[in-house]
Nanobody, 125 residues
Framework: QVHLEESGGRLVQTGGSLRLSCAVSGRTSDINVMGWFRQTPGREREFVGTVTWIVGVTNYADSVKGRFTATRDRAKNIVYLEMNNLRPDDTALYYC??????????????????WGQGTQVTVSS
């Protein structure tokens, strides 16, 4: 079992920055990839970015590329999502996910077997 807990979401103005954290506990040795997704009411969970747990290779959705950065600190068992130049359309409930699956694609929420409870990010115009 893997337990995830997100934090860091809040209200921020357009153009501002935020850093989300995802504390990871449990069988971290089983994790292959950590993902960040976001969701707004009435819509499916949307891929934001991934970072591989061991090596730290990242991948991002086109909508956040160049603005968001995912990192992980394996010593602290924390995954971060640094978000810069935030826009109102970034407003969403942000989730971190962990997958023990060895095959992707990891841009699909269905490839993740563990999720946190989410943290709300609201960007005001």
């Amino acid at each position: 079992q893997v337990h995830l807990e997100e934090s860091g979401g809040r209200l921020v103005q357009t153009g501002g920055s935020l850093r989300l954290s995802c504390a990871v506990s449990g069988r971290t040795s089983d994790i292959n990839v950590m993902g960040w997704f976001r969701q707004t009411p009435g819509r499916e969970r949307e891929f934001v970015g991934t970072v591989t747990w061991i090596v730290g290779v990242t991948n991002y959705a086109d909508s956040v590329k160049g603005r968001f950065t995912a990192t992980r600190d394996r010593a602290k068992n924390i995954v971060y999502l640094e978000m810069n130049n935030l826009r109102p359309d970034d407003t969403a409930l942000y989730y971190c996910g962990a997958t023990t699956y060895v095959t992707g694609p990891y841009s699909y929420a269905s490839r993740y077997n563990y999720w946190g409870q989410g943290t709300q990010v609201t960007v005001s115009s």
